[in-house]
């Protein structure tokens, strides 16, 4: 193989006897404009329009799917029914509440932890207690006019809120200090 490398190496200029076609750059740069042309007729304005069609199909699909499938107005996203379902008032605390844990989610997964397992362990943990709302959900979805069920989600919203908070506190106490600090910090908690 070195023998063929080194053959065309040193006979380079006897391959290179062939010239491009008159015009050859020409139609390139016409090819070429073509295609920028192309692509510059796409535009976000015909995007939208069909992300707005596509939109409008699917709203209209699930309206006449709720208006025809008998459910008489008791068919929800999911099968679940939640807070926002029950009351207005209570949609207000959840979006609410919602926002703020999403919020607190985003600073624990954007934390500088020692190790990813440790980030892993506790965002599992933390999922432990959204499978803890979840079932209150399904609960609520059995009975809902029950009262201690929205207590018990409004309630575990807070909670979840709370401990949260208290894990974000800590993680940042324990950035700030180290060594044998950090191990009297995860002791206390």
């Avoid at 803890?132 to 399904?138: A, D, F, H």
């Avoid at 979840?160 to 974000?168: A, G, K, R, Y």
């Amino acid at each position: 193989m070195k023998r063929i490398e080194k053959y065309i190496t040193n006979h380079r200029d006897e391959f290179d006897i062939e010239e491009p076609e008159m015009g050859h750059f020409e139609r390139f740069l016409d090819k070429q404009q073509v295609r920028e042309k192309i692509s510059a007729d796409f535009s976000w304005k015909n995007l939208l329009q069909v992300a707005a069609v596509t939109i409008l199909l699917v709203l209209s699909s699930l309206l006449l799917y709720e208006k025809y499938s008998g459910s008489g107005g008791e068919w929800y996203a999911g099968g679940i029914i939640t807070l926002s379902d029950i009351d207005p008032e209570y949609r207000d605390a959840e979006i609410y509440y919602t926002a703020l844990i999403n919020g607190k989610y985003d600073e624990i997964r954007s934390f500088d932890f020692q190790s990813p397992q440790e980030q892993a362990l506790l965002l599992k943990e933390l999922s432990e207690m959204d499978s803890i709302y979840r079932s209150l959900e399904k609960e609520l979805n059995r009975d809902r006019s029950n009262q201690m069920i929205i207590n018990a989600m409004i309630m575990h919203y807070q909670l979840q809120v709370d401990i949260m908070s208290h894990i974000l506190d800590q993680l940042q106490r324990a950035a700030g200090k180290t060594g044998a600090e950090e191990d009297d910090l995860y002791i206390q908690a």
